[in-house]
């Protein structure tokens, strides 16, 4: 028998309904249309509203789109895995009442947190479960509800965050079609630059902590951008040359949707036309864990069965890397 390759067989999505444009924003602080666009690319987001709904109220819907699609029993999922950067609570996984709730009942589950890389890493992980050979079915599922970590009177953050979530299923192919290779790395020294200071273990919330606006996403964008665009250039350089693929052996790019302009210059970096990278961030901002397989489902009718696929992404930690991928369907 030859060797099992992990291939992603379906995807689903998730939107909230609440779309929230540059032009409300330029009514909650000191910005304009213009320069978010400019700046960042994106024209609107969306916000989960409604009290008690986290992150599994998205990553529950993402999933049922996809089983919904594909025609997959949940009760033969083996494992979900909820990558997120907003888990619902501590302590209890999210991927837990994910996988309850979409009657996965005979999957065992964990959460996946590392910032914006969380979905890049669980996919790596989802595919060591299918290419160890003992799981058929990895429900992966990206979802974030972002807004719950944003200060909306601070527009150096408020700007950039949507909420959404995206699913795939990870499936073994024995044409060869699935995970390639991957290039995965980490710097503590980056956690200065793009934190959460208060709500973890290190400084558990306190009254002072909440005035303080200590539970709100801190970024110092500028030393973020640098870091992106050349952390993201370097493995994605890297992940071509030690699989000699030249830029006509790559047919799409899908970085994480973060800048709009960190996206065109990594595809800038290794050549490829504008078409070939995947863009969706006008539409829903950066999204953290779901931007990948947000790309997937917006691009899923033109991406060809054999279709090389270079994701990438770049977060918090820092946390960054490069996964090359064959596409293993056509849509039908
Ligand atoms: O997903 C995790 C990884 N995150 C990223 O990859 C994000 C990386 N960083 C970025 O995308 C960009 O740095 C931002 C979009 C966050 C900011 O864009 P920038 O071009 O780096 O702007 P900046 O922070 O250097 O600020 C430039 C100016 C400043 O004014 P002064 O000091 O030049 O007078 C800011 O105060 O723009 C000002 N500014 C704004 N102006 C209008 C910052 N935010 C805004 C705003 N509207 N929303």
Request: with cysteine; proline share 2%; aromatic share 8%.
């Amino acid at each position: 028998m030859g060797q099992i390759s992990a291939a992603i067989t379906a995807v689903g999505k998730y939107l909230p309904d609440y779309v929230l444009t540059n032009t409300e924003l330029e009514t909650m602080v000191d910005t304009t249309d213009e320069w978010i666009l400019t700046r960042t690319g994106i024209k609107e987001r969306r916000i989960l509203k409604g009290k008690g709904r986290g992150s599994s109220y998205m990553a529950i819907r993402a999933a049922k789109d996809l089983l919904k699609k594909s025609n997959v029993d949940p009760k033969e999922i083996e494992l979900v895995i909820v990558a997120t950067a907003t888990p619902d609570m501590q302590a209890a996984s999210t991927a837990a009442y994910t996988a309850t709730e979409i009657g996965a009942t005979n999957a065992f589950t964990f959460d996946l947190i590392s910032a914006c890389s969380s979905f890049l890493y669980a996919m790596s992980t989802a595919a060591k479960y299918i290419e160890s050979g003992r799981y058929k079915k990895v429900l992966l599922i990206g979802s974030d509800k972002n807004s719950s970590m944003i200060d909306y009177t601070d527009r150096a953050t408020c700007i950039i965050f949507g909420d959404a979530a995206g699913a795939v299923l990870f499936e073994p192919n024995s044409e060869g079609f699935g995970l390639q290779d991957e290039v995965l790395q980490t710097d503590g020294a980056g956690r200065a630059f793009l934190q959460v200071p208060a709500g973890g273990s290190q400084l558990p919330p306190t009254m002072e902590t909440v005035k303080k606006g200590q539970h709100f996403v801190y970024q110092d964008g500028r030393t973020v951008f640098k870091h992106a665009v050349s952390r993201m250039a370097e493995v994605t350089e890297k992940i071509l040359e030690r699989n000699n693929l030249s830029k006509e052996g790559i047919n799409w790019l899908a970085a994480h949707q973060a800048n709009k302009r960190i996206i065109v210059a990594t595809g800038n970096r290794i050549g490829l036309k504008e078409s070939q990278v995947m863009l969706n961030i006008e539409k829903y901002g950066n999204t953290t864990s779901a931007t990948l397989p947000l790309l997937l489902n917006d691009y899923e009718k033109e991406i060809k069965k054999g279709d090389t696929i270079i994701f990438t992404a770049f977060g918090g930690g820092f946390s960054w890397g490069a996964i090359y991928l064959t596409w293993a369907y056509n849509t039908k």
